[in-house]
């Protein structure tokens, strides 16, 4: 049975959902911006700017954890529904609790793999590169900020939790 939250965990949800907002909006329009100035120099100056290939590839990954945080604060996280299709929606959000639970330790895991693959990465990168690898930090941080979505969802049911 979900507990009713508390308010530290609205308090902390808040913040989070807060800090996801900021950082998907300013991602995307930062990769809007790299991509369309990138594609203005290339086509009338022949020219671009250094590395905004590699600066576009990881502002994709901030928007896609940062909105995932979202999603999964939502309830609009990608889900397998073959079986939800089957039952109704107050089974469906019983079933979300556990389902939430299980998902967290998935994503921790995924944190440490990638927060170890980054590491080993850090040890052998070119000290003209740092800077994308000081970007790539974006994968471990994101199945944390996972992870911490799933436990608050899976614990506490929050008062304005009208989603399916």
Not at 58 to 78: C, K
Not at 121 to 149: K, M, N
């Amino acid at each position: 049975m979900l507990r009713t939250e508390p308010a530290w965990a609205t308090s902390l949800r808040h913040s989070l959902l807060r800090m996801d907002t900021f950082m998907a909006g300013s991602s995307l329009l930062l990769l809007l911006l790299v991509v369309f100035g990138q594609v203005l120099l290339r086509n009338l100056f022949d020219s671009g700017i250094p590395s905004a290939d590699i600066l576009a590839r990881y502002l994709v990954l901030y928007v896609t954890f940062f909105g995932a945080a979202l999603a999964v604060e939502q309830h609009r996280h990608i889900r397998i529904d073959a079986v939800a299709a089957c039952l109704d929606t107050e089974q469906v959000k019983r079933l979300r609790s556990p389902l939430y639970l299980l998902s967290a330790p998935v994503c921790a895991a995924l944190a440490w793999a990638a927060m170890r693959f980054w590491y080993d990465d850090w040890q052998y990168v070119a000290e003209h590169e740092r800077w994308a690898s000081i970007l790539a930090l974006i994968t471990p941080f994101g199945f944390c900020l996972l992870t911490v979505h799933f436990l608050l969802g899976g614990l506490f049911s929050p008062a304005d939790d009208d989603a399916s």
